[in-house]
């Protein structure tokens, strides 16, 4: 399944990227031909006395619907949910980390349109997992080498910088 979801995806690529075909042309051309295939296949049974194809009504339920919008409703009010957070100005940490990545997110779609980055995103998807667990020793002790530089700067970052940013008095809560 994981191999043909990568080919897929690299036939997708190729044609949007390296031919430059349309989306929108893809879709209807892919119709087109699935359409006038089952059409003759109908009409062509008519002559050789056979049955028709048995093509199933589809429909999506009310239900399953329902079940995509609450779940889709969810991730999104969690989202925004941890933005607000983010904005408010709870988790300096967190607002950091979300400017970096949408930073380089914005460094990234400069250099490469969004159907490369989605290919990018499925390819890593499907590899990046299997190299984990192949070399998940390795990995895991350069990530903790990273982890412990990384918390070195942000700690030189907090005494240089951070440190001496005015805050406002901090609010006494009410007690009763």
Known sequence: MSAAVLGGATVIWFLFEVVE?????????????TLAAVFLWSKATTFIKKSPPDIPQVQISEELAANTVKVLRTDINQALGLLREIALGHDLMKFLGVIVALWIL?????????????????????????LYHKYQDKVDHFAGKAHVELCKQYAVLDAKVLSKIPRGPVRAEKQE
């Open 21 to 33: 075909y349309n989306f929108l042309p893809l879709v209807s051309h892919v119709l087109i031909g």
């Open 106 to 130: 914005s460094e990234i779609g400069s250099l490469c349109d969004f159907l490369t980055l989605i290919y990018a995103a499925a390819l890593m998807l499907h590899t990046v997992p299997i």
